[in-house]
C-alpha cells in the first residue's frame, strides 16, 4: 500500500534536498534499513573525503553520524516512498546528446555566485573547451588573466605549452576536452582555497560525468589533490594511474563507470621550471600508452 510522507517532513527534506542541489549535488542513497527503522544518508563530497551526512528522518535536520546511530533505533516508522531515487538524477543525465548535456550543466551554474571568487574581480566563468565525447580529458587549477579574459581555459602561455604537449602526444586540442577545478579567476592568480575547490568542483564532477573520457590528466597539485580527494606531494602522486569516479555522479551508462587518473605538473610550473619537462613527458607517454597513441614521427 503506498504510504505518505508526512508533509512537515517531506518539506524539511525538499529545503535540505535543494540546498544540496543548489551546490551541485544530486546523489542521494538510502542505507539499509530495516522494515520499522529509517535513516537517510547524504554523501557529500567536502573538503578532501567524502562525508556522509545524515538526516533525522523526523525532523530535516542533519546530524552528525554518531547521533544519527543512536537516534536512528529507536525510531519506528514504516516509510517506503522513494522520493530520493526520484530526484537523485542530475538533469543532463536525463538526455543523450553530450553537447545538450554540458549545456545544461552550464545553465545550473548560471551567473553563479556560489563562492567568494564571483566578487574578487572575474570577468567570466570559464566554463570548460573541447570534445564532448573526449577519451582524454586535462583538468587544470583555475583561470588566469587571459583565459578569464577570453572565457576558455589554457588559452595564455601555459594554454600555448598544453597544446603542445598534446601535439607531442600525436593529438590535436580538439580532440581533448579541458576544464578547470574552479571555474572564476581566482586574484592575483593565487591557488584556489580549499573551499573554493569543494564548491565548484562538483560542477566538474558532472562535466566529466557527461564527457565520460578514459583518462583524466590532472595538472598541477590543485588538481590532483581536488579529484582525487588526497593530501600528497606531487612527488608521491605522480607517476601512477589511480581509478577515478567523479564525486556524487553516479553512472547510469553500463560502459562507462568511471576511468584512470594520472597526474603530471602544470604548464604553468614547466614554464617557470623547464627542467621537470622530461618528468612530465614520462607521465604523458603512460597516458599515450593506455591510450594507444603514439607520438607523431619528427621531421628530419
Ligand atoms: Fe561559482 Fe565556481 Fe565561480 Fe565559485 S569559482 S563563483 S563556485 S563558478
Redesign the pocket.
Known sequence: MPRTLDPELRRALAARIHYYNEMGIYDFYRRPVSVHTQEVAVPIAVDEQDIAVSINPESGEQMSPRKSAAVAAPVALEREENIFEVIALKPEQSVSDPVRALKIIRED?GD????V??KQGRKQ?VFGVGNPKAELMFVGEGPGADEDEKGEPFVGRAGQLLNNMIKAMGIEREQVYIANI???RPPGNRQPERD?CA??SPFLMRQIGVVKPKVIVALGATAAKTLLAMNASMIQLRGRFYDFRPAGVRSNDRNWDGCKLAVTYHPAFLLRDPRQKGEAWKDLQMVMKELGLKAPKQNT
Open positions: 551554474l553563479c555566485t556560489r563562492c571568487l564571483h566563468i574552479v571555474k572564476c573554493e564548491t565548484c
